[in-house]
């Protein structure tokens, strides 16, 4: 090369994080579920664990939380239960449907929030480094030394 070497004393360090780019949301994401994406999506790619390759499996979830807040609204508008009319077994009390919406959507929400570490515990689990050797507790008890 010819020219003058590099002198490292001009080189200027680069401040905190290099942003990862945040994928979009998938197209059929509603309104409420792409608030959820953006609110925790630029987080989940600062943890490295939002990548586009998952951007499905996250758009899962964030529909899962916009089902779970439809349902409990409209839970909280219309009551737990809806009366039938009058019919052959008389006017009776039925749960109303939301609540099966709402349970589903839970279901839902808890399967795929582990999958992003989105609890105390799956947080936990994905920060926890490598598995370890399998046997290495056995082996130290067989030896002694545990």
């Known amino acids: 090369m010819k020219g003058r070497k590099p002198n490292l004393q001009n080189v200027v360090p680069m401040k905190g994080d290099i942003q990862k780019e945040v994928p979009s949301a998938p197209d ?8 959820v994406w953006d609110e925790l999506a630029p987080e989940l790619v600062k943890k ?4 586009l390759l998952y ?6 979830y964030c529909a899962a939380v916009s089902n779970f807040i439809s349902a409990t609204n409209t839970l909280a508008l219309e ?6 009319g009058e019919g052959r077994n008389g006017n009776q009390r039925r749960k109303h449907p939301a609540l099966t919406l709402q349970e589903t959507a ?7 929030s582990a999958l ?4 105390p515990v799956d947080s936990e689990r ?3 480094g490598d598995q370890g050797d399998l ?6 008890q067989l030896n002694g030394t545990n």
Do not use: C, I, W
Request: aromatic share 16%; proline share 0%.
């Open 126 to 128: 994905l920060e926890g």
């Open 135 to 140: 046997f290495d507790e056995v082996m130290k």
């Open 48 to 51: 490295g664990r939002l990548e």
């Open 28 to 35: 059929f994401l509603d309104d409420l579920a792409r608030d």
């Open 116 to 119: 992003f570490g989105l609890s």
């Open 79 to 84: 009551g737990l239960f809806y009366e039938t």
């Open 106 to 112: 839970m279901a839902s929400m808890r399967r795929d």
């Open 55 to 60: 951007k499905y499996q996250f758009g899962s």
